[in-house]
């Protein structure tokens, strides 16, 4: 068996998108940033912004590495595969052995301390990679979908409505204050996004945001300090499911595992997990 990895081109972006499918089967993907099957669209973006190399075992495309960073830390932010025939022991060794010596020395050129590597807990083979060489599990990302029907009604003293035009200067100062070191859902070139406020005496005091990725609609939502632990950010997110109801969208958010307040808040709220992703590092 002959394996080799080398940088995808233009022309194998319909191959990425058939990896990447099968792997995933749509969802939403931590790499793209999106809700739904691959397209190739995505993968012209991928290229231009990330390191991507294609797995080649006997000349035949297998598998798939992505490299992004992520606050000046390299992470290996896809390792799929998907190999043309069955490995044996010996065969999935050889494999494992060639993407874990290919991710050393990239990492290695970039200067980084720790090899990290970034996975969904239904990659077998990813998992078996960190496994033979001793990776530690760091973090996991918690994908959850849905929200229960429950009452949208603020605490006494608050109130809750969507936002409007005017409200602009408002949002703005909302999310610096609540979203500080947050990657927001409200990317205007990307699908259109609603916000819903919460005002204590007509202050803002907490905000939830919500934008289109598909048949979901991707939510936060934030509360100021000296207003939290009040049941607002819980008023905000179920105005929030009410406006994805309206407009026929499934309500899915993400949160860190470690995130002891965000867990608890999300499983309040009766969402499901659909999908986890690990995060495991190895130092260099």
Same mark, same amino acid.
């Given at each position: 068996?002959?394996?080799?990895?080398? %940088?995808?081109?233009?022309?194998?972006?319909?191959?990425?998108?058939?990896?990447?499918?099968?792997?995933?089967?749509?969802?939403?993907?931590?790499?793209?940033? !999106?809700?739904?099957?691959?397209?190739?669209?995505?993968?012209?973006?991928?290229?231009?912004?990330?390191?991507?190399?294609?797995?080649?075992?006997?000349?035949?495309?297998?598998?798939?590495?992505?490299?992004?960073?992520?606050?000046?830390?390299?992470?290996?932010?896809?390792?799929?595969?998907?190999?043309?025939?069955?490995?044996?022991?010996?065969?999935?060794?050889?494999?494992?052995?060639?993407?874990?010596?290919?991710?050393?020395?990239?990492?290695?050129?970039?200067?980084?301390?720790?090899?990290?590597?970034?996975?969904?807990?239904?990659?077998?083979?990813?998992?078996?990679?960190?496994?033979?060489?001793?990776?530690?599990?760091?973090?996991?990302?918690?994908?959850?979908?849905?929200?229960? #029907?429950?009452?949208?009604?603020?605490?006494?003293?608050?109130?809750?409505?969507?936002?409007?035009?005017?409200?602009?200067?408002?949002?703005?100062?909302? !999310?610096?204050?609540?979203?500080?070191?947050?990657?927001?859902?409200?990317?205007?070139?990307?699908?259109?996004?609603?916000?819903?406020?919460?005002?204590?005496?007509?202050?803002?005091?907490?905000?939830?945001?919500? !934008?289109?990725?598909? %048949?979901?609609?991707?939510?936060?939502?934030?509360?100021?300090?000296?207003?939290?632990?009040?049941?607002?950010?819980?008023?905000?997110?179920?105005?929030?499911?009410?406006?994805?109801?309206?407009?026929?969208?499934? %309500?899915?958010?993400?949160?860190?595992?470690?995130?002891?307040?965000?867990?608890?808040?999300?499983?309040?709220?009766?969402?499901?997990?659909?999908?986890?992703?690990?995060?495991?590092? #190895? %130092?260099?």
């Amino acid at each position: 068996m002959r394996v080799a990895i080398r %940088p995808a081109a233009p022309d194998d972006v319909p191959v990425l998108v058939e990896l990447y499918d099968h792997a995933y089967r749509g969802g939403y993907s931590a790499c793209l940033d !999106r809700y739904g099957p691959a397209r190739p669209q995505d993968f012209w973006w991928l290229q231009a912004e990330k390191s991507v190399h294609l797995i080649d075992i006997d000349r035949r495309p297998a598998g798939v590495i992505v490299v992004g960073q992520v606050a000046r830390q390299a992470l290996a932010e896809e390792v799929l595969v998907r190999p043309p025939h069955d490995l044996g022991g010996g065969e999935a060794r050889t494999l494992l052995q060639s993407i874990f010596d290919f991710l050393v020395e990239m990492f290695q050129r970039a200067r980084q301390d720790r090899l990290t590597v970034r996975c969904a807990e239904a990659n077998a083979w990813a998992l078996a990679l960190v496994h033979r060489f001793g990776f530690t599990l760091s973090s996991a990302l918690v994908v959850a979908r849905g929200m229960d #029907r429950g009452p949208a009604d603020p605490p006494p003293g608050y109130t809750v409505r969507r936002a409007a035009a005017d409200d602009a200067r408002a949002i703005a100062r909302l !999310r610096d204050d609540v979203f500080p070191a947050l990657t927001l859902p409200a990317d205007p070139g990307r699908g259109e996004v609603w916000a819903v406020l919460a005002e204590r005496q007509s202050v803002p005091v907490g905000m939830g945001l919500l !934008r289109a990725d598909g %048949p979901v609609g991707r939510w936060t939502v934030g509360v100021r300090e000296a207003h939290r632990r009040r049941g607002v950010g819980t008023a905000l997110a179920r105005e929030v499911a009410v406006v994805a109801r309206d407009r026929r969208l499934v %309500p899915l958010t993400t949160y860190w595992a470690l995130d002891a307040a965000a867990s608890g808040f999300v499983r309040h709220l009766g969402a499901c997990t659909e999908r986890v992703y690990l995060y495991f590092e #190895r %130092p260099l």
